[in-house]
């Protein structure tokens, strides 16, 4: 715009002459094509840096094999959408610190819900994935029924996960599942939607209902009246075919979509004006249409159209309306997909005993530049690789399950199943620790071959990606590193034929586009940086690739056997040394890294723990005797012997004092748990006294059941003298068994225990104005000196001072059953004897042991059927015996009758009323 105004105001200008407009006019088309020009190669050059990136972020997921982790993950989803995403290494990873921190909330949440719903877990294997289905309407393609019942149980199975989760979150802590109840929070489960399919389809038979239209409703109506009609027709015609023998036996059947019946070639007469329809394959049964049927199976082609383009309509209505929703239903199965995700990388979590990674924001300037040697950007302790770890696992639980299906391999374990050899499954990873100070820009990692350097980078930049896609980490404690923006790295053989790559090339062309990437948030990994050209050029070109790096990324890792590189940590602080350990007496690394060291190659060790010749490795040896300066590998050789000795002294310490430091704290919990629980060790010892008084209760009663069972089978068939025999002998074994589980004084008590007692609500306690009886507390009052008790049906208040604890608290429950088993011993010291006489010679009657034979039940009775009940157990009882009248409370009416009954009876001498140890009952004395 500014460029067309300032050529205008040109051409308006009087005093320019012609050649000098034209001059300025060629100058600003210029300036406006250059304009463009650069416009064009900054949109291009941005479109090859973001293909440049996505490419190289591609190439370094696969360098760290991200999909194989990935796969770990698939066995833990539940619906095919997050599996695909899974099996195609495509899950999300967080394009900035707040998408990773969502990320790891919602592992987190997704945690504490399968902790909740451990015993009724959630299930979202029902979550259907109808993108195909959505795609299809959304083009214009009619939906069957089968799919519009998918898309309608899809809809259904997310509104219950929805109120199963906030359901869990009423019942706990709301901020725990925020996360997750946040992932379908703007979700719309299209309720409406999957009602109207409901009403219009019967899902589990997949046919339109009838009601799903009015005229849908009348044409049935009228095709299942036109059939009526049609079918009867044609059982008429056929039964007079069969009758008239055209035919076996009646045959109704359809033919070209019409209703016919069969008859013989030779019987055809028998339907004239019929038209065939078909003829069998032997000539001898045509299967016709008789002419009264005619109009009927016009009528039924006629409604199944009509049925059948209803019926289109109806389906043609609910696709619109998905089609229409299509977006809304796509955003819920994402939701439900990423909720899926979530609960996986939950199980994962669980199955590798993972750790929740703290992604640190970027350092600031004031902590760079005033560094304390304490204060780490990355300290992640105990880190297993996660490929390593998942292989370890699957192995060792198909090892298990073999070995548990097949007896005959178990070893004497401890309880574990033992492992074949070393080729069935592998060993656990070694863990590692990976500490970085912040402010280090690039870490050199030196060692051995074989001792773990590339397999220690690779860990960790698969913990930053893990970190990133809200995956917990295999690690001890709380792992702590920063969000890197991009993971780069060049690790293994770039060579490529095709290309005209060597081994170095590649390795530098790929060095070449991550340098043109990397940001101040990167993390850049780079395995033998410098390899495969002349070592001094090699050492040249690295060091000045480490001077790029240390301004230009956040962190570098590199791994070199290139000792130069490691002297750089003494020019500048920003660089950090690591060195992989190596045993020079099993001549076999350990894989444990230790930060700060310089380590060796140590090729001359390896190839001769490989099988080299003896004298290969003298002269070789003769050479680097020779390429360094006199005695230095002796001195250096001697220093890390006696550092290595020092360090392994240290650490005996250490484990020693940790051991000590256990066992001690160990000691002290144990008596800090004893003397807490104190309390709860008295409940229990009470606890199980109390079960133990129950299990001779218990004992105690199925023992005078049986005397009673002997004593009723033995009273069938005992006479009038081995009756009284008969009765001592069953007093003699009840008091026995009374007196082995009763002691007498089970239930003293002293004076200082009643001083300071306060009776409690509910509580048994003995009552001196009752004879020590046992009554139950029903209110008591420490503001008063008076407690209200209940004995029985009565209840009265008396003094504290007249009631008393039972010593013994486990005898509760056996006081409280004694009153229930000792009723007959009671009532026979407190009725006459079993005897026939007394010694003044008063009439005597049979014992006071209610049982089967001397009772008789009133209740439940009407007054009149009661009457004459009591008045028949009379007549029955023999001379000088006792009738038990059991009649209940109730109301009372019972009660009345029988004692009238009773009381002016002729062969009732006399009655006792019932009592409070035999409520609605009463004992009459028969002449």
């Given at each position: 715009m500014q460029i067309s105004t300032h050529f205008l105001s040109l051409q308006s200008t009087p005093f320019l002459s012609f050649r000098h407009r034209h001059r300025h006019r060629h100058r600003l088309r210029l300036s406006y094509h250059s304009t463009r020009s650069f416009r064009l190669k900054l949109i291009n050059s941005l479109a090859n840096s973001s293909e440049l990136v996505t490419a190289l972020q591609s190439e370094t997921l696969k360098t760290l094999e991200w999909p194989s982790l990935c796969n770990y993950l698939s066995p833990f989803t539940s619906t095919s959408m997050a599996l695909s995403l899974t099996k195609t290494a495509a899950i999300p990873i967080g394009q900035s610190q707040e998408e990773s921190q969502k990320l790891l909330d919602q592992t987190t949440s997704a945690l504490h819900a399968m902790e909740a719903l451990k015993s009724d877990p959630l299930d979202l294997s029902a979550i259907e994935?109808?993108?195909?289905?959505?795609?299809?309407?959304?083009?214009?393609?009619?939906?069957?029924?089968?799919?519009?019942?998918?898309?309608?149980?899809?809809?259904?199975?997310?509104?219950?996960?929805?109120?199963?989760?906030?359901?869990?979150?009423?019942?706990?802590?709301?901020?725990?599942?925020?996360?997750?109840?946040?992932?379908?929070?703007?979700?719309?489960?299209?309720?409406?939607?999957?009602?109207?399919?409901?009403?219009?389809?019967?899902?589990?038979?997949?046919?339109?209902?009838?009601?799903?239209?009015?005229?849908?409703?009348?044409?049935?109506?009228?095709?299942?009246?036109?059939?009526?009609?049609?079918?009867?027709?044609?059982?008429?015609?056929?039964?007079?075919?069969?009758?008239?023998?055209?035919?076996?036996?009646?045959?109704?059947?359809?033919r070209r979509s019409r209703m016919c019946v069969g008859v013989r070639a030779s019987h055809k007469y028998l339907l004239a004006g019929g038209v065939v329809l078909n003829v069998s394959s032997s000539g001898a049964t045509y299967f016709m249409e008789p002419k009264e049927a005619v109009e009927l199976n016009n009528m039924e082609v006629k409604l199944s159209n009509s049925e059948k383009a209803e019926e289109m309509a109806i389906l043609s209505l609910l696709t619109s309306e998905i089609a229409e929703l299509e977006s809304e239903i796509k955003y819920l199965l994402d939701r439900l997909q990423e909720v899926d995700l979530a609960f996986a990388r939950a199980a994962y979590a669980q199955w590798v005993n993972g750790v929740r990674p703290t992604l640190s924001s970027k350092e600031p300037e004031v902590l760079i530049s005033n560094r304390a040697d304490n204060v780490l950007s990355i300290d992640i302790e105990g880190i297993q690789h996660p490929l390593l770890l998942g292989s370890f696992l699957s192995n060792f639980t198909d090892s298990i399950t073999s070995n548990t299906m097949d007896p005959s391999i178990l070893g004497k374990s401890d309880g574990m199943a033992p492992i074949k050899s070393s080729k069935d499954v592998s060993s656990s990873p070694v863990p590692?620790?990976?500490?970085?100070?912040?402010?280090?820009?690039?870490?050199?990692?030196?060692?051995?071959?074989?001792?773990?350097?590339?397999?220690?980078?690779?860990?960790?930049?698969?913990?930053?990606?893990?970190?990133?896609?809200?995956?917990?980490?295999?690690?001890?404690?709380?792992?702590?590193?920063?969000?890197?923006?991009?993971?780069?790295?060049?690790?293994?053989?770039?060579?490529?034929?095709?290309?005209?790559?060597?081994?170095?090339?590649?390795?530098?062309?790929?060095?070449?586009?991550?340098?043109?990437?990397?940001?101040?948030?990167?993390?850049?990994?780079?395995?033998?940086?410098?390899?495969?050209?002349?070592?001094?050029?090699?050492?040249?070109l690295s060091t000045s690739i480490l001077q790029y790096l240390k301004n230009r990324v956040n962190l570098a890792f590199v791994t070199t056997h290139y000792a130069d590189l490691s002297r750089l940590k003494e020019m500048d602080s920003r660089y950090e040394n690591a060195a992989m350990e190596f045993s020079l007496e099993t001549l076999q690394p350990t894989y444990q890294m230790l930060w700060g060291s310089t380590g060796n190659s140590n090729a001359l060790a390896i190839a001769k723990s490989i099988g080299f010749d003896g004298n290969i490795i003298e002269r070789a040896k003769m050479w680097v005797e020779r390429l360094k300066p006199e005695k230095q590998q002796e001195r250096k050789g001697v220093l890390y012997q006696s550092l290595m000795e020092e360090r392994n002294r240290l650490e005996a310490q250490f484990k020693r004092a940790e051991s000590l430091h256990a066992e001690v704290m160990k000691l002290y919990h144990e008596v800090r748990v004893a003397a807490d629980n104190l309390e709860e060790r008295g409940i229990a010892l009470r606890a199980k006294e109390t079960q133990k008084v129950?299990?001779?209760?218990?004992?105690?009663?199925?023992?005078?059941?049986?005397?009673?069972?002997?004593?009723?089978?033995?009273?069938?068939?005992?006479?009038?003298?081995?009756?009284?025999?008969?009765?001592?002998?069953?007093?003699?074994?009840?008091?026995?068994?009374?007196?082995?589980?009763?002691?007498?004084?089970?239930?003293?008590?002293?004076?200082?225990?009643?001083?300071?007692?306060?009776?409690?609500?509910?509580?048994?306690?003995?009552?001196?104005?009752?004879?020590?009886?046992?009554?139950?507390?029903?209110?008591?009052?420490?503001?008063?000196?008076?407690?209200?008790?209940?004995?029985?049906?009565?209840?009265?208040?008396v003094e504290k001072r007249n009631v008393r604890p039972i010593s013994s608290s486990k005898r509760n429950d056996a006081i409280s059953s004694r009153q229930s088993f000792q009723r007959q011993e009671e009532q026979s010291r407190e009725f006459p004897s079993n005897s026939d006489t007394t010694e003044s010679g008063a009439t005597t009657y049979g014992p006071l042991i209610q049982t089967t034979k001397n009772t008789v039940d009133l209740r439940g009775m009407r007054v009149e059927e009661a009457a004459h009940q009591l008045d028949m157990a009379i007549a029955q009882r023999g001379s000088n015996s006792v009738l038990f009248v059991v009649h209940g409370m109730g109301t009372g009416v019972i009660k009345e009758r029988a004692l009238e009954i009773l009381r002016n009876h002729p062969r009732v001498m006399k009655c006792e009323q019932d009592n409070p140890m035999n409520y609605g009952c009463t004992v009459a004395y028969i002449k």
């Open positions: 994935d109808v993108s195909e289905i959505l795609h299809s309407a959304a083009s214009g393609q009619l939906l069957t029924v089968r799919e519009l019942c998918r898309v309608r149980r899809m809809l259904r199975a997310a509104k219950a996960i929805s109120k199963k989760l906030a359901a869990v979150a009423e019942e706990g802590s709301l901020d725990r599942y925020t996360p997750l109840l946040e992932i379908l929070q703007k979700c719309n489960f299209q309720r409406e939607l999957e009602q109207k399919i409901g009403f219009c389809i019967d899902c589990s038979l997949s046919t339109i209902l009838s009601r799903a239209s009015e005229d849908l409703e009348l044409i049935r109506a009228e095709r299942k009246r036109n059939m009526e009609n049609l079918d009867s027709l044609l059982k008429e015609v056929s039964v007079s075919i069969f009758q008239a023998g055209g035919i076996d036996k009646p045959l109704i059947t359809k590692v620790d990976i500490k970085v100070q912040c402010g280090t820009r690039v870490v050199v990692i030196s060692g051995p071959n074989t001792g773990g350097k590339t397999a220690s980078m690779k860990t960790l930049g698969l913990a930053s990606i893990m970190s990133k896609a809200g995956m917990y980490l295999p690690a001890k404690k709380q792992p702590r590193l920063p969000w890197f923006d991009l993971v780069l790295a060049d690790i293994g053989d770039t060579q490529s034929l095709e290309q005209s790559l060597s081994t170095f090339s590649g390795h530098i062309s790929r060095i070449c586009d991550i340098l043109e990437v990397a940001s101040k948030e990167s993390l850049v990994l780079i395995d033998e940086i410098g390899c495969g050209t002349d070592p001094s050029e090699g050492v040249a129950q299990q001779e209760l218990k004992a105690a009663k199925s023992q005078i059941e049986t005397v009673v069972q002997e004593f009723e089978n033995q009273l069938q068939t005992a006479d009038s003298e081995e009756f009284n025999a008969l009765i001592r002998k069953s007093e003699s074994a009840i008091s026995s068994i009374l007196k082995a589980h009763i002691p007498g004084d089970s239930f003293s008590f002293t004076e200082t225990d009643a001083s300071s007692y306060q009776p409690q609500s509910g509580e048994q306690v003995l009552v001196k104005g009752l004879g020590n009886k046992l009554a139950t507390v029903v209110a008591a009052s420490e503001d008063e000196n008076t407690v209200l008790i209940q004995y029985g049906k009565i209840r009265v208040r």
